[in-house]
T-cell receptor, first 113, second 114 residues
């Protein structure tokens, strides 16, 4: 079946702009996760959804970052007033339930100029 | 809180030989899970293998095996009969008792030589 998909694959924006990154999880997966991977490092957790609600948003770096999953499927990560330090690959993952293996999408490479 | 340490930033391995990637972890949870992911240059994180903290036998998946030593808090990945396509970054990760977020190590880059 289809894996996790993410759009866009690349996003270049200017400092101060607003961006939205989309994640479409594997069908039937109730848990969805966002991670951020800076160059040369392992991914770092941002937020976790169980169904429509954010069960754990402890990894969001500040209030410029926000994510939604209104219908319990597709999720959007929103970044306001982007800064150059936000440049990274944003990875989305999904799993059947919280304790199951997480399967990752191809990521969105965000570059803030 | 969980922590993963991967001390090998990069390794060369000859094609068809085995390679062991080190991973040590730290957690205060009694129940946890350990994962290995592969990340080729294309960027996608590919799940390889999983070991639960209460699993008595080491996990195996094809050419991948996990050498789980609970007392030493280590979860090394062994790749047997290396192939050129195994060249990639490899990440060890842990999930705690809450069962949600993965904590990753810094990764090990493997380059398989023909």
């Amino acid at each position: 079946g289809a894996g996790v998909s993410q759009t866009p694959s690349n996003k270049v924006t200017e400092k101060g702009k607003y961006v939205e990154l989309r994640c479409d999880p594997i069908s039937g997966h109730t848990a969805l996760y966002w991670y951020r991977q800076s160059l040369g490092q392992g991914p770092e957790f941002l937020i976790y959804f169980q169904g429509t609600g954010a069960a754990d948003d402890s990894g969001l770096p500040n209030d410029r970052f926000f994510a939604v999953r209104p219908e319990g499927s597709v999720s959007t990560l929103k970044i306001q007033r982007t800064e150059r330090g936000d440049s990274a690959v944003y990875l989305c993952a999904s799993s059947r339930a919280a304790e199951n293996t997480q399967y990752f999408g191809p990521g969105t490479r965000l570059t803030v100029l | 809180a969980q922590k993963i340490t991967q001390t090998q930033p990069g390794m060369f391995v000859q094609e068809k030989e085995a390679v062991t990637l080190d991973c040590t972890y730290d957690t205060s949870d009694q129940s946890y899970g350990l994962f290995w992911y592969k990340q080729p240059s294309s960027g996608e994180m590919i799940f390889l293998i999983y070991q639960g903290s209460y699993d008595e036998q080491n996990a195996t998946e094809g050419r991948y095996s996990l050498n789980f030593q609970k007392a030493r808090k280590s979860a090394n990945l062994v790749i047997s009969a290396s192939q050129l396509g195994d060249s990639a970054m490899y990440f060890c990760a842990i999930v705690g008792a809450a069962g949600n977020k993965l904590t990753f190590g810094g990764g090990t880059r493997v380059l398989v030589k023909p």
